[in-house]
């Protein structure tokens, strides 16, 4: 089945190649009428791909979905089956990332959480400046509501800036009943076990070689490196900084999250229901968000 734009086209290189426009529209079967039709659909979906366009060039890693409800925000309301097809339509696609081996699904995690503030989750994540600095980052996570509790950036980080951060987070939130790391030398610490004895907080460490029993602060390790360190292009370890501290909120405050019913992590620790409507980076800027 031929669509009407391309027999259109048919017959424009049918003239083209010598014969009347009566004779190619009677031989290819196309109304003449037809030829001057132009679809008012383009005209209408202009705005809203420029602004869908805008929106994944400044988020390359989002697909058609998130970018539909970071749309919605702003005003520009769509249908999935219409974002998908001006997500098609402007040859939109996510970037493809090289597969991993996927464990299964079934192995329980230890301790999981079953409400917020119970279990924080806090793992390391390495980077380097561009003038040759070293990065290592220390992000804490609420495995529950999926925010992101604190991102430490420093070039070395010892246990006693881990009880340092962690103690700032009590202080603000209260303590957890339990905290998921590794077995690394500055999560086993004598240090840090004294502290959390102190604060009675239990440690939930997972098994040597088994990094998806910390999947909630792995998975938001891969969105931080993948969003955040992979996209942004640090000068010096002040900048590194102040833009990561301004990713992290942007996490908390914008992000729609798919685990999350698309709500942000703010929005799910304040109990918004999710948005029913989804099937299926700062902010965005006036013309999006404002």
Not at 89 to 116: D, E, H, M, N, S
Not at 153 to 171: F, N, Q, W
Not at 268 to 280: K, N
Request: proline share 7%.
């Amino acid at each position: 089945m031929v669509s009407a734009p391309v027999r259109r086209e048919q017959v424009a290189y049918a003239v083209g190649r010598g014969l009347s426009l009566r004779r190619a529209c009677a031989l290819l079967s196309v109304a003449r009428s037809s030829l001057r039709y132009e679809s008012r659909l383009r005209t209408k979906d202009a705005p809203a791909l420029a602004t869908m366009k805008a929106c994944a060039a400044q988020f390359p890693r989002f697909g058609y979905r998130r970018i539909r409800v970071l749309l919605e925000r702003g005003g520009v309301r769509m249908s999935p089956d219409r974002a998908h097809r001006l997500w098609r339509a402007a040859g939109l696609q996510v970037p493809r990332k090289r597969p991993r081996r996927r464990v299964a699904t079934t192995r329980p995690r230890p301790t999981p959480a079953t409400g917020p503030n119970q279990v924080w989750a806090y793992d390391f994540v390495h980077d380097r400046c561009a003038n040759g600095a070293k990065l290592k980052c220390l992000t804490v996570v609420d495995e529950w509501t999926r925010e992101c509790l604190a991102i430490h950036v420093a070039g070395s980080i010892r246990s006693r800036s881990v009880i340092e951060v962690l103690a700032r987070l009590v202080s603000v939130r209260g303590a957890p009943a339990f905290l998921r790391s590794d077995n690394g030398p500055e999560f086993v610490s004598h240090a840090i076990l004294r502290w959390l004895t102190s604060e009675s907080i239990d440690t939930a460490y997972i098994e040597p070689g088994k990094p998806w029993q910390n999947g909630t602060d792995e998975s938001f390790n891969g969105r931080f490196r993948d969003e955040c360190l992979s996209m942004e292009w640090f000068r010096t370890r002040a900048e590194a900084v102040a833009m990561i501290e301004a990713w992290r909120r942007h996490y908390n405050e914008e992000r729609p999250h798919s685990s999350l019913g698309y709500l942000t992590p703010n929005e799910f620790r304040a109990g918004l229901p999710p948005r029913t409507t989804t099937r299926s980076k700062a902010p965005l800027g006036e013309a999006v968000l404002n």
